[in-house]
Nanobody, 125 residues
Framework: VQLVESGGGLVQAGGSLRLSCAAS????????VGWFRQAPGKERDFVAA????????QYDDSVKGRFTISRDNAKNMVYLQMNDLKPEDTAVYYC???????????????????WGQGTQVTVSS
Protein backbone atom coordinates (compact mmCIF):
# COMPACT_ATOMS: atom_id res chain seq x y z
CA VAL A 1 0.00 0.00 0.00
CA GLN A 2 1.28 3.45 -0.91
CA LEU A 3 -0.11 6.54 0.80
CA VAL A 4 0.08 10.15 -0.38
CA GLU A 5 -1.16 13.01 1.78
CA SER A 6 -2.27 16.42 0.57
CA GLY A 7 -4.19 19.41 1.82
CA GLY A 8 -1.80 20.91 4.33
CA GLY A 9 -1.00 24.60 4.47
CA LEU A 10 -0.98 27.78 6.49
CA VAL A 11 -4.18 28.80 8.25
CA GLN A 12 -5.12 31.26 10.96
CA ALA A 13 -6.28 30.08 14.34
CA GLY A 14 -9.95 29.18 14.23
CA GLY A 15 -9.75 28.18 10.59
CA SER A 16 -10.25 24.81 8.92
CA LEU A 17 -8.34 22.44 6.67
CA ARG A 18 -9.15 19.07 5.18
CA LEU A 19 -6.29 16.66 4.74
CA SER A 20 -6.57 13.91 2.16
CA CYS A 21 -4.73 10.62 1.93
CA ALA A 22 -4.79 8.72 -1.35
CA ALA A 23 -4.08 5.01 -1.07
CA SER A 24 -3.12 2.42 -3.62
CA UNK A 25 -4.17 -1.21 -3.37
CA UNK A 26 -7.36 -3.07 -4.21
CA UNK A 27 -8.09 -4.19 -0.64
CA UNK A 28 -7.70 -0.82 1.04
CA UNK A 29 -11.20 -1.16 2.48
CA UNK A 30 -9.77 -3.84 4.79
CA UNK A 31 -7.05 -1.64 6.19
CA UNK A 32 -7.16 0.17 9.47
CA VAL A 33 -6.16 3.80 8.97
CA GLY A 34 -4.81 6.47 11.22
CA TRP A 35 -3.63 10.05 11.27
CA PHE A 36 -0.59 11.04 13.30
CA ARG A 37 1.31 14.29 13.67
CA GLN A 38 4.81 15.28 14.59
CA ALA A 39 5.90 18.72 15.73
CA PRO A 40 9.59 19.74 15.59
CA GLY A 41 11.58 18.05 18.32
CA LYS A 42 8.65 15.92 19.44
CA GLU A 43 7.53 12.34 18.98
CA ARG A 44 4.94 11.27 16.44
CA ASP A 45 1.58 11.52 18.19
CA PHE A 46 -1.74 9.87 17.54
CA VAL A 47 -4.52 12.09 16.19
CA ALA A 48 -7.35 9.89 14.90
CA ALA A 49 -7.98 6.39 13.59
CA UNK A 50 -10.59 4.20 11.99
CA UNK A 51 -10.71 0.43 12.47
CA UNK A 52 -12.24 -1.02 9.31
CA UNK A 53 -13.55 -4.19 10.96
CA UNK A 54 -15.78 -2.38 13.45
CA UNK A 55 -16.06 1.01 11.82
CA UNK A 56 -15.03 2.57 15.11
CA UNK A 57 -13.33 5.95 15.24
CA GLN A 58 -10.92 7.09 17.92
CA TYR A 59 -9.57 10.56 18.59
CA ASP A 60 -6.94 12.03 20.81
CA ASP A 61 -8.52 14.17 23.50
CA SER A 62 -6.76 17.25 22.15
CA VAL A 63 -8.69 17.08 18.86
CA LYS A 64 -11.96 15.49 19.94
CA GLY A 65 -14.88 17.59 18.77
CA ARG A 66 -12.73 19.52 16.30
CA PHE A 67 -11.31 16.86 13.96
CA THR A 68 -13.16 14.16 12.03
CA ILE A 69 -11.67 11.15 10.29
CA SER A 70 -13.54 9.65 7.38
CA ARG A 71 -12.87 7.36 4.46
CA ASP A 72 -14.23 6.69 1.00
CA ASN A 73 -13.30 3.11 0.16
CA ALA A 74 -14.64 3.41 -3.38
CA LYS A 75 -12.04 6.10 -4.01
CA ASN A 76 -9.33 4.64 -1.75
CA MET A 77 -9.28 7.90 0.18
CA VAL A 78 -8.99 8.85 3.84
CA TYR A 79 -9.73 12.34 5.10
CA LEU A 80 -9.09 14.38 8.20
CA GLN A 81 -11.38 17.36 8.55
CA MET A 82 -9.83 19.83 10.97
CA ASN A 83 -11.92 22.65 12.37
CA ASP A 84 -11.22 25.36 14.93
CA LEU A 85 -7.52 24.93 14.42
CA LYS A 86 -5.14 26.09 17.13
CA PRO A 87 -1.45 27.02 16.99
CA GLU A 88 -0.65 23.85 18.94
CA ASP A 89 -2.03 21.83 16.01
CA THR A 90 0.99 22.92 13.97
CA ALA A 91 2.86 19.81 12.85
CA VAL A 92 3.58 17.49 9.97
CA TYR A 93 0.56 15.24 9.57
CA TYR A 94 0.96 11.64 8.45
CA CYS A 95 -1.51 9.12 7.15
CA UNK A 96 -0.86 5.49 8.13
CA UNK A 97 -2.45 2.15 7.37
CA UNK A 98 -2.16 -1.52 8.19
CA UNK A 99 -4.27 -4.59 7.58
CA UNK A 100 -3.80 -5.96 11.10
CA UNK A 101 -3.44 -4.05 14.34
CA UNK A 102 -3.56 -5.66 17.75
CA UNK A 103 -6.60 -5.01 19.87
CA UNK A 104 -6.22 -1.82 21.85
CA UNK A 105 -3.19 -0.68 19.88
CA UNK A 106 -4.70 1.42 17.13
CA UNK A 107 -3.20 4.56 18.68
CA UNK A 108 0.31 3.07 18.60
CA UNK A 109 2.28 4.31 15.56
CA UNK A 110 4.52 1.23 15.72
CA UNK A 111 1.54 -0.93 14.74
CA UNK A 112 1.36 0.64 11.28
CA UNK A 113 3.53 -0.61 8.44
CA UNK A 114 2.50 1.87 5.76
CA TRP A 115 3.05 5.62 5.95
CA GLY A 116 2.70 8.62 3.72
CA GLN A 117 5.35 11.28 3.31
CA GLY A 118 3.51 13.80 5.46
CA THR A 119 1.95 17.19 4.88
CA GLN A 120 2.75 20.35 6.82
CA VAL A 121 0.01 22.13 8.74
CA THR A 122 0.86 25.51 10.21
CA VAL A 123 -1.62 27.44 12.33
CA SER A 124 -0.83 31.07 13.04
CA SER A 125 -2.11 32.89 16.10
Amino acid sequence: VQLVESGGGLVQAGGSLRLSCAASGRTFSRYHVGWFRQAPGKERDFVAANRWSSGSMQYDDSVKGRFTISRDNAKNMVYLQMNDLKPEDTAVYYCAADSWIRSGQIRNPHEYDYWGQGTQVTVSS
